[in-house]
């Protein structure tokens, strides 16, 4: 079982950048693809980007390609989220979640058996 805590949220202003961490407990940071979700107000949790196993794929929601990153840094079994051009849009809770299954990496929530708390991301316009 491993334990998510998710930070670095907060208030941007539109074309600015904030970058979410989320550090796991455990000894097995290794074994899990990492994802990040998001739920906005009155609709749906939804996907936004995951990282392999070994950091070396990664991919990501149509609507935040070229403007999000997700990397993973093992040694401090942290992932990260660097969000540039944000737009009103990404307003949203983001959570950090973790995939044990052996699926090279997945971007169903179902797939996803371990959650964080969440952290409050809100972009003005």
């Known amino acids: 079982q491993v334990q998510l805590v998710e930070s670095g949220g907060g208030l941007a202003q539109a074309g600015g950048s904030l970058r979410l961490s989320c550090a796991a407990s455990g000894r097995t940071f290794g074994s899990y693809v990492m994802g990040w979700f998001r739920q906005a107000p009155g609709k749906e949790r939804e996907f936004v980007a995951a990282i392999s196993r070994s950091g070396d794929s990664t991919y990501y929601a149509d609507s935040v390609k070229g403007r999000f990153t997700i990397s993973r840094e093992k040694g401090k079994n942290t992932v990260y989220l660097q969000m540039d051009s944000l737009k009103p849009e990404d307003t949203a809770v983001y959570y950090c979640?973790?995939?044990?299954?052996?699926?090279?990496?997945?971007?169903?929530?179902?797939?996803?058996?371990?959650w964080g708390q969440g952290t409050q991301v809100t972009v003005s316009s």
């Open positions: 979640a973790a995939d044990p299954s052996p699926i090279p990496i997945a971007t169903i929530r179902g797939n996803y058996d371990y």
